[in-house]
T-cell receptor, first 114, second 113 residues
Framework: GDSVTQMEGPVTLSEEAFLTINCTYTATGYPSLFWYVQYPGEGLQLLLKATKADDKGSNKGFEATYRKETTSFHLEKGSVQVSDSAVYFCALSLRGQGAQKLVFGQGTRLTINP | KAGVTQTPRYLIKTRGQQVTLSCSPISGHRSVSWYQQTPGQGLQFLFEYFSETQRNKGNFPGRFSGRQFSNSRSEMNVSTLELGDSALYLC????????????FGPGTRLLVL
């Protein structure tokens, strides 16, 4: 079935380090891909998205490129901040007869130390 | 525009009871989806409603049900609560024409004792 696999966490980095969180997917058809972020005690916030192959989503210094050939959507940021500490979820969206459903990866907890 | 709101934010129930959670979508959004988040199972899709009709359903027992009203507000109900139903329940809404982008509320944290 359709699924999303993220790199295992937790990930701990120093401030200003380069970040990569790997995400690969398995899907029938051509899904849209998303990164959501969850801060402690909160719901999910949309970070970025891409709807077709080779699209690049970007927001707040984060980027991810939809790679159909490797079925990947890796999240990157050139210089992380303490405020980026959160749990990051990669997700794909399936559509069937107009219905919407997100399939999530297991989440990657990121901690940034000053 | 106000975001997705969920009430209540926290809830404590005992086994065997039932519970109703409420979700108000972003103004103009007609699709509402519900997800369950637990440490063990992660984020799992419960169901989606559009124009008062359930369009999609996840793999949950019949104790989990929902509905949507004409103003797009949605409720989900869990009957005969079990300890394993303790979770964060998240509601998300989306707007036709904005593709599949779903915007989430803060969630309702349910603890079953």
């Amino acid at each position: 079935g359709d699924s999303v696999t993220q790199m295992e966490g937790p990930v701990t980095l120093s401030e200003e380090a380069f970040l990569t969180i790997n995400c690969t997917y398995t899907a029938t058809g051509y899904p849209s891909l998303f990164w959501y972020v969850q801060y402690p005690g909160e719901g999910l916030q949309l970070l970025l998205k891409a709807t077709k192959a080779d699209d690049k989503g970007s927001n707040k210094g984060f980027e991810a490129t939809y790679r159909k050939e490797t079925t990947s959507f890796h999240l990157e940021k050139g210089s992380v901040q303490v405020s980026d500490s959160a749990v990051y979820f990669c997700a794909l969206s399936l559509r069937g007869q107009g219905a919407q459903k997100l399939v999530f990866g297991q989440g990657t907890r990121l901690t940034i130390n000053p | 525009k106000a975001g997705v709101t969920q009430t209540p934010r926290y809830l404590i129930k005992t086994r065997g009871q039932q519970v109703t959670l409420s979700c108000s979508p972003i103004s103009g959004h007609r699709s509402v989806s519900w997800y369950q988040q637990t440490p063990g199972q992660g984020l799992q899709f419960l169901f989606e409603y559009f124009s008062e009709t359930q369009r999609n359903k996840g793999n949950f027992p019949g104790r989990f049900s929902g509905r949507q009203f004409s103003n797009s507000r949605s409720e989900m109900n869990v009957s005969t609560l079990e300890l394993g139903d303790s979770a964060l329940y998240l509601c998300a809404s989306s707007y036709p024409g904005q593709g599949e982008t779903q915007y989430f509320g803060p969630g309702t944290r349910l603890l079953v004792l």
